[in-house]
């Protein structure tokens, strides 16, 4: 796979995972649009083993509620190739933003 393919296939992956948490984030109760940076790691076939905040949005509340949508969105879309699973999605950094 050419590097524009992958990157292409990587943005796509990305949004999907983005999309899949904001589905499962309860945005009540949360006035601004808070974004924080989490770190996850997955198994093959997108199931999370792992996930915590590397960057705080300042709110301790909307951090721990977007680690729990994390964890209720599993598995998360990832890709069926598994060098691109291992490079890309194994542990990924996820600037998590349920507002889009």
């Given at each position: ?15 999907a995972i983005?999309d899949t ?9 949360f006035t ?69």
């Amino acid at each position: 796979m050419a590097a524009e393919e992958q990157a292409g296939v990587i943005d796509q992956y990305i949004a999907a995972i983005s999309d899949t948490l904001a589905r499962h984030f309860n945005k009540a109760g949360f006035t601004d649009q808070l974004t924080c940076t989490l770190h996850v790691r997955m198994v093959p076939g997108g199931e999370v083993v792992e996930v915590k905040v590397v960057k705080s949005s300042g709110n301790a509340i909307f951090d721990r509620q977007a680690e729990i949508a994390v964890q209720k969105a599993s598995p998360l879309p990832v890709p069926d190739d598994a060098k691109l699973f291992e490079s890309t999605f194994r542990d990924v950094n996820l600037r998590f933003n349920p507002w889009g």
